[in-house]
Structure formats: structure tokens, C-alpha cells
């Protein structure tokens, strides 16, 4: 019998989104899963072959491309910064929409042009992503990695411009600043580690159960062809 195939999510804010798509590919999690207050963190699902671990966001990819977990979930933001080439990403799973963007206060930005700037000074989670986005245009980007509250790095004077994540706009607005750049784009992706998709030959109708779940709004009907994944079908 061979070992489960492991699937990472994070733990953040795109479990809410995971886990009804999780469903429509056929895998239900056990109950703790979605219990906030459970401290477990490798979890069973209705199918004997597919466990699921929760890790923070960054993670997720870090567990993937090292085979500790065979697939994952996680956002192309992180997928940007980390650009590891162990990763696969077949599934644009439509779930955690947002954009990364540079963004500064918004006294700085009434006078500001971003045509004149030749070093920056940025405070953000995501120093390669930030890196490379000013480099192309020949900017010179000096960061400083946060975590997290990167928002209030230029009330503080850490720094005077962020590149952080933005939805609705509301955490910019609520710290006094504006955002002046949209440097790409984001949505969760299912990502595979290269050498298990050779290997575990279940893999290929788990991402394609994926795939279907992602293109059906509705839970998936059992049967063969469009039904959810089931490991027996799987091998
Ligand atoms: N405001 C947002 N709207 C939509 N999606 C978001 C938003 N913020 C983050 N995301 C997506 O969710 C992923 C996880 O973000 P989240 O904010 O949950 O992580 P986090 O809590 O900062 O991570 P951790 O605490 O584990 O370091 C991001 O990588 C991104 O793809
Ligand atoms: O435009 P909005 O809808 O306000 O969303 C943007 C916020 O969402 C993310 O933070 P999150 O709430 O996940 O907290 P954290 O990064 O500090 O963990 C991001 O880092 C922004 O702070």
C-alpha cells in the first residue's frame, strides 16, 4: 500500500475558499480540519489514500517543492517569490483573487512621479517579486522584509513605500496610503512537485478532479468521467 499523497493548504484566509473546492474534487475533509481550535496539523479525508496538512502560506510551497507533501494550494504571489523549479502548477484554481501592488501615503503620492524614481526603499514580504518588478525598468529596489503590518512601515518611517497584498483596498485606506503600481495580479494555484507527478500515478486524475472542480460551480455528481476522484479510480 503505498504511502498517502499529501496535500498542503494554507491555514490563512484561502481555507475558507479551499475547502468547498476541496469537496467538489470529492475529498472531505475530517471535521477538525476546518475547526480553528483544533492544534492538529495532518488531517484525514474520506479518501484512504489523500491526507491533508495545514501550514502557514509561505509554507506550502517550501513543503511541495522539497516532496515533504506531493501537492499543495497556494497564492502566485508566493509562487512568485520563491520561483521554485521543483513546482508544477497546472490549476489556476480562481480562489484567492487579490494584487500585488506598490503603494505609499497619499501626501507622498500628491507630488509624487514614479517615471523619476531610480532607488527605492520598500518595506515588504516580498523582497524578489519587488526586486525584479523595479530592476526591469532599471529601479533600484532596497527592501526591508516584513511579515506582516507592512502598512505600517511608512507611518513609522521604516520605510517610505510598501509592496504588499491588496483586495479591497481597505487596509490601505484605513493606514493613510494609495496604491500607486499593480506589479501583477493574484489567484491560488494547485501546485504539484515535478518528480511525484512522474512517480505517483494517481496524481494525474486528482489535478484533473481539480481541474473539473474549478470549471463546476456545483458539487460534483459520482460516476465515471465527471465524478469526483476516488483512489480507486485514481489508480
Ligand atoms: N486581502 C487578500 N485578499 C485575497 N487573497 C489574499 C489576501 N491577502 C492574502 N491573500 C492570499 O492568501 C494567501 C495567504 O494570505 P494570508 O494573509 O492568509 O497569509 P498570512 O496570514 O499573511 O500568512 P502567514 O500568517 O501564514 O504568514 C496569500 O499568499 C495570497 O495569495
Ligand atoms: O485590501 P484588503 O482587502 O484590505 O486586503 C489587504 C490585506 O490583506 C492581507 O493581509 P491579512 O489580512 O491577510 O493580514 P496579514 O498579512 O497581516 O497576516 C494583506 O497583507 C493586506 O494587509
Not at 512568485?80 to 487579490?98: Q, R, T, W
Request: glycine share 8%.
Amino acid at each position: 500500500m503505498p504511502q498517502p499523497l499529501i496535500i498542503a493548504i494554507p491555514k490563512g484566509r484561502i481555507l475558507d475558499e479551499a475547502v468547498p473546492l476541496l469537496r467538489r474534487a470529492g475529498i472531505e475533509p475530517e471535521a477538525a480540519f476546518s475547526d480553528e481550535n483544533s492544534r492538529a496539523l495532518r488531517f484525514a479525508t474520506n479518501q484512504p489514500g489523500i491526507d491533508l496538512i495545514r501550514v502557514r502560506a509561505f509554507d506550502v510551497a517550501t513543503f511541495v517543492a522539497h516532496g515533504a507533501a506531493q501537492l499543495g494550494i497556494v497564492g502566485s504571489d508566493v509562487l512568485a517569490e520563491f520561483d521554485y523549479s521543483e513546482l508544477y502548477a497546472p490549476v489556476d484554481l480562481g480562489i484567492g483573487h487579490c494584487r500585488i501592488s506598490v503603494a505609499e501615503p497619499a501626501a507622498l503620492a500628491a507630488h509624487d512621479d514614479p517615471r523619476g524614481w531610480s532607488h527605492v526603499r520598500i518595506a515588504t514580504k516580498y523582497p524578489h517579486v519587488t526586486a525584479a518588478h523595479f530592476e526591469a525598468r532599471g529601479v533600484q529596489a532596497e527592501c526591508v522584509k516584513l511579515n506582516g503590518a507592512m502598512e505600517l512601515a511608512p507611518l513609522l518611517g521604516l520605510a517610505p513605500r510598501i509592496v504588499d497584498l491588496v483586495s479591497s483596498g481597505r487596509t490601505l485606506k484605513e493606514n493613510g496610503l494609495v496604491e500607486v503600481e499593480v506589479i501583477a495580479e493574484v489567484t491560488s494555484r494547485l501546485i504539484v512537485n515535478r518528480a511525484a507527478f512522474k512517480t505517483r500515478a494517481e496524481i494525474v486524475p486528482l489535478v484533473e478532479a481539480f481541474r473539473r472542480a474549478v470549471s463546476s460551480p456545483l458539487p460534483l455528481a459520482g460516476g465515471a468521467g465527471g465524478g469526483p476522484v476516488t483512489m480507486e479510480s485514481a489508480t
